[in-house]
């Protein structure tokens, strides 16, 4: 546990800049990132928070740093003409901090040739379009990413390899990148109880031009397990063999144990003079009522004018409310089996978010890599699909609900 982090990369950053100075000329390249945020709300219920795997939220009355704040930086070293090292090392909000966690990349890169490219160890999760560059929040105009799109995987990065192919056509650039590797993914707010991914492949293509963009993603992975709150339900379930004959085979449908899982996601953009449309939608399904089939989305407007960027967001997360008696009219629902089913419909609803955010926000560029950003948004959330929020109880006893919150932020690289 690293109980005073700033003091770790302050002594980090005096070491980089000691064997910088020494170094061959450009062998070793020094840069960073960072956000100062913080998030008020108008209320004590369904508050706003990063992620599922996070446990601070914002603060109703009050200010609250934790949720956004982040700081990073990047080593990028040159081993040869065509073989590199990158480094990345980000401190944020998370329930264990030690060298692995602050990890997020740590990689070879080997360019074959002026089109192929090779990487292997630790890389950026690709999963949707921001999925690299979501904690850079200078790299965007909003001050976080759509949290109904990127707080539902909160995993930032995977070990394994990746190849791509890059090459201009007339009017545009293509890239193709395909991915294969695994990791882990912390849902639970309250402990680290994470969630490994086998055999994780991923494909994307991506088309790049002058004033518009369009990429497609799809990532296939398998859950190697459950976190304990699933598995003991499935195993509960289980135990009702004498009494149903279909227990056993609902079980391993409660249990992530190696469900096969999707994820699919389009995203475009279009300049149009000074303004900007972009948006993405994306698609989640798995063989595990735990991770039920979810459509995600936003569309942002984006205005310039001179160094201010001035912007309408609206994003979403849908998936369909989950009652036992109607998806399994065979089970036994009475008395003795009251509280399994309490609890199964709390598995199936936790990773499944219903809710809508309206956001408008202002970006002042106030230097080249410093940037000031003010954010208000309003979110609405429906009975049984408020996982992504901060909240308290079971999640099937929920009902809809209004928050309110505005962030202010400072975000910088260096």
Do not use: C
């Not at 398998?222 to 227990?247: I, M, Y």
């Not at 407007?301 to 009652?323: C, E, I, K, Q, V």
């Amino acid at each position: 546990m690293m109980k005073k982090p700033y003091l770790f990369f302050t002594a980090i950053f005096s070491l980089l800049l000691a064997n910088n100075t020494s170094a061959e000329q450009n062998k070793l390249e020094v840069s960073g990132f960072g956000t100062l945020a913080t998030a008020t709300a108008d209320t004590n219920k369904y508050q706003f928070r990063t992620d599922r795997s996070q446990a601070e939220f914002a603060k109703k009355d009050g200010f609250a740093f934790k949720p956004l704040s982040l700081i990073g930086v990047q080593l990028d070293y040159t081993l040869s003409g065509n073989l590199d090292f990158v480094g990345q090392f980000v401190y944020r909000e998370q329930d264990r901090q030690n060298l692995d966690s602050i990890t997020q990349m740590a990689f070879l890169r080997y360019d074959i040739s002026p089109v192929w490219q090779v990487r292997a160890g630790r890389l950026a999760a690709d999963i949707f379009h921001f999925s690299d560059t979501r904690d850079v929040s200078i790299a965007y105009p909003w001050v976080k990413v759509p949290t109904e799109v990127y707080g539902i995987v909160p995993a930032r990065s995977f070990d394994g390899a990746d190849i791509s192919y890059t090459t201009p056509f007339s009017d545009f650039n293509l890239s193709v990148k395909g991915f294969w590797g695994s990791g882990k993914s912390d849902f639970t707010s309250n402990d680290y109880n994470p969630i490994t991914f086998n055999d994780l492949r991923s494909l994307g293509i991506e088309f790049v031009a002058f004033d518009w963009s369009v990429a497609l993603k799809h990532t296939r992975t398998e859950a190697k397990n459950d976190n304990d709150d699933v598995a003991v339900v499935a195993a509960a379930v289980a135990q009702l063999q004498p009494f149903w004959a279909g227990a056993l085979k609902f079980s391993d449908e409660v249990s992530l144990r190696d469900a096969s899982i999707h994820y699919t996601s389009v995203y475009f953009n279009r300049f149009l003079g000074d303004w900007e449309l972009s948006g993405e939608l994306s698609h989640i399904n798995s063989d595990s009522i735990a991770l039920r089939h979810s459509t995600n989305g936003f569309l942002n407007l984006s205005y310039l004018y001179g160094p201010h960027t001035f912007y309408a967001l609206y994003s979403f997360a849908n998936t369909d409310t989950y009652f036992l008696n109607e998806e399994q009219p065979g089970f036994p629902i009475n008395q003795n089996t009251a509280e399994i089913v309490l609890f199964v419909e709390e598995v199936a609803s936790s990773l499944a978010h219903h809710q809508q955010s309206f956001s408008l926000g202002w970006r002042w560029d106030l230097r080249e890599n410093l940037a000031f950003k003010a954010q208000v948004e309003r979110t609405d959330v429906k009975a049984r699909g408020t996982g992504l929020r901060a909240r308290d109880g079971l999640i099937v006893d929920d009902e809809d609900g209004v928050a309110h919150t505005l962030f202010l932020a400072l975000s910088f690289s260096f």
